[in-house]
Nanobody, 124 residues
Framework: VQLQASGGGLVQAGGSLRLSCAAS????????MGWFRQAPGKEREFVAA????????YYADSVKGRLTISRDNAKNTVYLQMNNLKPDDTAVYYC??????????????????WGKGTQVTVSS
């Protein structure tokens, strides 16, 4: 599975960005996709995950109500709509894929496949 993330950039606090991740290569009918992020000097953390075949989603508490994950099956693309961004959201955001959806498991574990990150910088 190859993953290509895009859409990062510089935005002021309170602003919005939408990240995209296009998947190609081997695909699974029941797989999951998600977003993780890593801020300078910090460990990678889970942001959001979505099942490719159901409406199941799972979010980190820190982003609930502000970030929304969605998918377009026809385009093999997952999105992360980020609203009301805060300086603490500044990080490299990574798209990831897993062979099946595992919900809350991702709070403390990663996924099988990873793309290169895209930088999101939120200025105060």
């Amino acid at each position: 599975v190859q993953l290509q993330a895009s859409g990062g950039g510089l935005v002021q606090a309170g602003g919005s960005l939408r990240l995209s991740c296009a998947a190609s290569g081997r695909t699974f009918s029941s797989y999951a996709m998600g977003w993780f992020r890593q801020a300078p000097g910090k460990e990678r953390e889970f942001v959001a995950a979505i099942s490719w075949s159901t409406d199941d989603t799972y979010y980190a508490d820190s982003v609930k109500g502000r970030l929304t994950i969605s998918r377009d099956n026809a385009k093999n693309t997952v999105y992360l709509q980020m609203n009301n961004l805060k300086p603490d959201d500044t990080a490299v955001y990574y798209c990831a894929a897993d062979s099946y959806y595992r919900g809350s498991y991702y709070s403390s574990h990663g996924m099988e496949y990873w793309g290169k990150g895209t930088q999101v910088t939120v200025s105060s």
